[in-house]
């Protein structure tokens, strides 16, 4: 019988999470970076992959959160230790921080060069079309480093008013929500309608996937806030700055890609709990 350590569940959750924003992030650098991939689908079906590899990678260690909204939906529906809460989320973090890190590495030449082809300077406005290779942004702002010649910053605020900070909530929220309702269907024990055993982190990913082929264009689909936040501080330490990681001045960062998931994914979870779950058999082993 395996005996829970928290020690190496959150060394499983740091892995988890590397492998998650090292594969799904890595492909984001890909597309905007050098055209590779370029299709939103061929990007969206790599998160789907990374997910269900991280998932078969670490879940049987410590669940596989790899996501902050998800450990806190699992501790407000599913008994998660409270206690856990807080170092599974530290853990997260540091997984998507260090993952950045190593594609900053990887990529940086190819950035300058993104960076000069459009004539934006780091850190300053335009320079956005490279830092959506870490956080994101509402709505995706990809489209401007696709235009010929160099940055327009009329091009930029057009693309901006399609996008209010309340759709890109209800967006992200909505995600999240409908992610972590299939999460909790899919892992539920009483649920004759789960996957066979060993499959559902095949049905997670391609429910990433495809909720990242209808999202993506709005807000660059996060549903995880270590997925953006890890990143997104290592971009502003990088030399992106305030345009990472505005801080007072665009509670985006916060309210988006932080609270928005959060709240989805433990409402998603109390949905499935309170309107499906009870018409299982609970005498099926959970």
Not at 60 to 79: C, D, E, F, K, L
Not at 102 to 123: C, D, H, Q
Not at 177 to 198: C, E, H, K, Q, Y
Request: proline fraction near 6%; aromatic fraction near 10%; charged fraction near 10%.
């Amino acid at each position: 019988m395996r005996v829970f350590s928290l020690r190496r569940a959150l060394v499983a959750e740091f892995l988890g999470t590397f492998l998650l924003i090292f594969l799904g992030c890595g492909a984001v650098h890909a597309s905007v970076l050098t055209g590779a991939q370029s299709g939103l689908w061929q990007v969206a079906i790599v998160w789907g992959v990374a997910i269900m590899l991280a998932i078969y990678a670490v879940g049987a260690v410590s669940g596989a959160h790899i996501n902050p909204a998800m450990t806190i939906a699992s501790a407000v529906w599913r008994q998660f230790p409270k206690t856990h809460v807080v170092p599974y989320i530290g853990a997260q973090l540091a997984g998507a921080f260090i993952a950045a890190a190593a594609l900053f590495i990887l990529f940086e030449p190819y950035i300058t060069t993104k960076e000069a082809s459009k004539g934006v300077v780091r850190g300053q406005p335009g320079s956005e079309m490279t830092a959506m290779c870490y956080g994101e942004y509402y709505p995706a702002p990809g489209s401007l480093g696709d235009l010929d010649g160099p940055y327009s910053p009329e091009a930029h605020a057009q693309l901006k008013s399609q996008m209010s900070q309340g759709r890109a909530c209800l967006a992200e929220f909505l995600g999240t929500m409908i992610l972590a309702f299939v999460v909790f269907a899919v892992t539920d024990g009483r649920n004759l309608g789960s996957p066979a055993s060993g499959m559902a982190p095949v049905f997670v990913g391609l429910t990433v996937a495809a909720l990242i082929s209808v999202i993506a264009p709005l807000t660059q689909a996060c549903f995880n806030p270590a997925r953006d936040f890890g990143p997104r501080v290592f971009a502003s330490l990088a030399g992106w700055g305030s345009i990472a990681l505005p801080g007072f001045s665009d509670l985006g960062w916060l309210t988006v890609y932080i609270l928005a998931p959060i709240a989805g994914a433990v409402l998603g979870g109390g949905l499935y709990d309170f309107a499906i779950r009870p018409a299982h058999p609970a005498a099926v082993s959970e």
